[in-house]
């Protein structure tokens, strides 16, 4: 892989891909200002660097459920992925194992969650959405087990699907099938707190809720025994409106209290970003349009070289703050501020406007 910055990933990532996949990965819901308010909050926190700690060796080696992570981050579920990079679920599961971090696996692409399991094994959480009744359900999680997989996260912020007028527009349906209205969402509509009840009573895996923004839902998922509280908003693409996911971080951080990890995901692009997450109490970030930038800019060759530069982009800002350790990394390393620039979905990449988009 060339490029040697995230700035040249996410052009050649535009330069390969076609409107229609173009604007399925970088678009969100109605108004979109769900999307430009994740970007919003993140650029709304700044640094209060400390000096004169030495920072010759930068330490930010982590692990989630188990399994280390080389940077305290995950790649989150990605559906259709393989509408960026054929390969599509197969290569971001070889690229994280290359790397060094941990995949959470859309059950809305290809290959298949089995097919995926046997051809890359290794730790891997499986997402699921209930496409069928709860003997359904079940079987799937067997299955996902069976297949080694080392934990399952039921995402609770899609159960309808939005109105993603980027793609209505253009009569634009992803290779899932999935759009707004469509008929399938009747089992993802009717699941509730007795669903997380069921699966940590009959199932023997570490459970993920995703789309948690609130800090009494996030309260209750530790109170049933869910395993990691994930925020997110589905970066911007289902409830519009909402408020930023690194805006609920301190809320849902001290509901939680260290009972579980935190993750969070939501206009996390570069690795400055990433560090204020850590600062204000997630565990660890996820990276959903960075994923499917740097595998539309090259599949699992793009998607390594795009996680190194982050490497080097967080470390470089821990140093520069004047952290060595994830320890260090506390409030008190930020504070809050106006946005120096408009806030977009690609607001982390602003010499992209001088080059031309
Ligand atoms: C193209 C695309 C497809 C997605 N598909 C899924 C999915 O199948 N399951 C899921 O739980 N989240 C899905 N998400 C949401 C991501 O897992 C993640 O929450 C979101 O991308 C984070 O925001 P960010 O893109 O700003 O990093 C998808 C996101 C994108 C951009």
């Known amino acids: 892989m060339k490029f040697l910055t995230l700035h040249e990933m996410a052009k050649q990532a535009r330069q390969n891909l076609a409107r229609g996949e173009w604007d399925y990965l970088i678009g969100g819901a109605d108004t979109e200002s769900a999307l430009r308010r994740n970007r919003h909050g993140v650029d709304s ?3 209060r660097p400390r ?3 030495d920072v010759s060796s930068v330490q930010c080696e982590s692990q989630l459920l188990g399994t280390p992570l080389r940077i305290p981050v995950v790649m989150p579920p990605i559906g259709s992925i393989q509408a960026f990079a054929p390969e599509g679920g197969e290569a971001v599961a070889q690229a994280v194992q290359d790397f060094g971090i941990l995949q959470i696996l859309s059950s809305v692409c ?5 097919t995926v399991a046997q051809r890359v094994p290794g ?3 499986y ?3 209930l496409v069928g009744d709860q003997s359904w359900m079940d079987d799937t999680i067997a299955q996902a087990i069976d297949s080694g997989y080392t934990g399952f996260c039921l995402t609770a912020d899609t159960q309808v699907y939005s109105r993603r007028e980027r793609d209505i527009i253009k009569r634009y349906v ?8 469509g008929g399938d969402f009747q089992y993802q509509a009717s699941m509730t707190w007795d669903t997380v009840a069921h699966v940590k009573k009959k199932f023997d895996i570490p459970l993920i809720v995703k789309g948690v923004n609130v800090g009494e839902d996030a309260k209750r998922c530790v109170d049933m025994g869910v395993d990691v509280v994930y925020i997110s908003n589905h970066g911007g693409r289902q409830l519009d ?5 690194i805006d609920a971080l301190p809320e849902v951080v001290a509901a939680v209290a260290g009972a579980v990890p935190v993750l969070v995901d939501g206009g996390f692009m570069r690795g400055a970003d990433v560090v204020k997450a850590l600062c204000l109490g997630a565990d660890a970030v996820g990276m959903g349009r960075f994923e499917g930038l740097a595998m539309a800019a090259g599949g699992r060759a793009a998607l390594v070289k795009a996680l190194e530069i982050l490497e080097h982009e967080i470390k470089t800002t821990m140093a520069l703050a004047g952290a060595n350790s994830l320890d260090q990394l506390t409030p008190e390393l930020l504070e809050r501020t106006l946005p120096i620039t ?3 979905v690609l607001s982390a990449f602003p010499l992209l406007e001088e080059t031309g988009y």
């Open 45 to 47: 926190w700044v640094f």
């Open 51 to 53: 000096i004169l700690n």
């Open 110 to 114: 290809t290959p298949d969650f089995v």
């Open 123 to 125: 730790p891997r959480i």
């Open 127 to 129: 997402q699921l959405y």
């Open 174 to 181: 992803p290779a899932s099938g999935r759009v707004a209205g």
């Open 241 to 245: 409106h909402t408020r930023s996911c």
């Open 342 to 344: 408009p806030a977009h």
